[in-house]
Structures are given as structure tokens and as C-alpha cells.
């Protein structure tokens, strides 16, 4: 599929070894259990496009933490990396709570390769909007809607800043725009 690396986060059995060998078998260059932010940040000099995929786990909570230490980590870069969560079911409390975390994408059953490689892809070689505010880190989730001026004052008295990234093979994620004041 890329020259990129996939971390899987979450059990080394189950559904974590499930997403370890679809990785494998989709065609990622690296796969490797997910052992922390600095040590992903480290592996981006060898391949600097990286995906986090999230294997479904019975309690969602557990991962808040590991998907706000990638969202939160210092570097820019390694903050818009692609979280993807692999969940076993389609709940819309399982996707909004993924959402709420900044997740990229959240992908249900099944898991065909075909599928899988279609929503993965489009994190790749595309312009993509992130959001950053008081509460919130990751991908814009208003669907294409056209801010009104209302929108771009409250975002600026709220802090919010919008970066316009392209991901790729070659470099990663680069940053074409840093905005504090357009939403």
C-alpha cells in the first residue's frame, strides 16, 4: 500500500493481533505495537508517514489516554498523523466518543482489505483541515460548511486555529497553512 508504518494500539491478542496482521497484509512497510509518542516520533525519520490503528477494545476510556498523548504530543507533525479506530460495532456512542478524541477515522465491520484500503488512502496525498481549541485537537468535522462571520469572530475570541496539512510518503505531514483567526 505506502512506504508508512503502522502502529497498533491497543491488546497484542484479539482484536490488536487482528489489526497487526490486516496491516501486514494491506501492505504497510513497518508494523510495530504502539510503545509510546517520542518513540513514534523517532521511527518518522525512517518513515515519515505514520497511521495509529486502534484495535476495539471493551472499554473506549482506555485508549482517551493514548490518543490525547498523540494529539497533545509537542510535535506538530506527530500530532496530525492519522488515528483510526477499528471498532466491532457501529454504535453512534462508540463513533462520537472517537470523534470527540480526534480520531481521523472510525471503520466497522467488516474489515475487507478493499475497504480498508479506500479509507486509509484518503488520509493520504489530499488537503485535509484540522482543528485546534481549548478542548478539541484533530480533523474538521463540519462536513464542507462555509464558516459565517459570526463563526470567524467567535473563533477568534475562543481561540481556535485552523491548520490546512497534506500528508504523504515523502515527508510526512506537511503544514500548508497555520490560521488563528479563520475557523
Known amino acids: 500500500m505506502f512506504k508508512a ?18 496491516a501486514r497484509n494491506i501492505g504497510f512497510e513497518t508494523v510495530l505495537p504502539f510503545a509510546g509518542p517520542a518513540v513514534a516520533e523517532q521511527q518518522t525519520a525512517r518513515t515519515p508517514l505514520i497511521f495509529f490503528l486502534f484495535a476495539a477494545v471493551e472499554n473506549l476510556a482506555l485508549l482517551r489516554n493514548t490518543a490525547e498523548s498523540i494529539r497533545h504530543f509537542p510535535s506538530r507533525r506527530l500530532r496530525m498523523l492519522p488515528l483510526v479506530y477499528f471498532s466491532e460495532s457501529p454504535s453512534p456512542e462508540v463513533i462520537q466518543a472517537c470523534i470527540g478524541m480526534g480520531f481521523d477515522d472510525v471503520l466497522t465491520l467488516p474489515f475487507t482489505r478493499e475497504r480498508v484500503v479506500e479509507r486509509l488512502t484518503r488520509q493520504v496525498n489530499r488537503s485535509l483541515v484540522y482543528y485546534e481549541t481549548p478542548t478539541y485537537f484533530g480533523p474538521d468535522r463540519r462536513r464542507g460548511t462555509t464558516p459565517t462571520a459570526e463563526e470567524r469572530r467567535n473563533a477568534i475570541a475562543n481561540r481556535v486555529r485552523r491548520f490546512e496539512i497534506v500528508r504523504t510518503v515523502s515527508s510526512g505531514v506537511s503544514i500548508l497553512r497555520d490560521d488563528a483567526r479563520a475557523a
Open 5 to 22: 508504518t503502522a502502529y497498533v494500539v491497543g491488546p497484542t491478542d484479539g482484536p490488536g493481533a487482528a489489526v497487526s496482521d490486516m
